[in-house]
Nanobody
Framework: QVQLVESGGGLVQAGGSLRLSCVVS????????MAWFRQAPGKERQFVGR????????YYADSVKGRSAISRDNAKNTMYLQIDSLNPEDTAVYFC?????????????????WGQGTQVTVSA
């Protein structure tokens, strides 16, 4: 099994930045492809971005492209999400997810493991 724990959420003013972390434990080698998703109240879970095992390939949703960066440190079993220029539309619970196989994965059902989520609230 793989356990994922997110941290770093909170309340931030519009225009600010946040850095979220996701620590992987358990069968860490199973966290091949990792991703961030977010879910606002009353809305479906939305893909934010993903990163491959080596950390040299990333892909972002249009909603965050150009102001976000995903990275991972496999020595620390941690993935990160940096988001800049935050706006109220970024308010959501942010989840990290892991899949035990490589690929161009952007849908929730493609990921095997999920964290509990961390709340990000952006005030206007």
């Amino acid at each position: 099994q793989v356990q994922l724990v997110e941290s770093g959420g909170g309340l931030v003013q519009a225009g600010g930045s946040l850095r979220l972390s996701c620590v992987v434990s358990g069968r860490t080698f199973s966290a091949v492809t990792m991703a961030w998703f977010r879910q606002a109240p009353g809305k479906e879970r939305q893909f934010v971005g993903r990163i491959n095992w080596r950390g040299d390939s990333t892909y972002y949703a249009d909603s965050v492209k150009g102001r976000s960066a995903i990275s991972r440190d496999n020595a620390k079993n941690t993935m990160y999400l940096q988001i800049d220029s935050l706006n109220p539309e970024d308010t959501a619970v942010y989840f990290c997810a892991a899949a035990s196989y490589p690929g161009l994965l952007s849908r929730p059902h493609e990921y095997n493991y999920w964290g509990q989520g961390t709340q990000v609230t952006v005030s206007a």
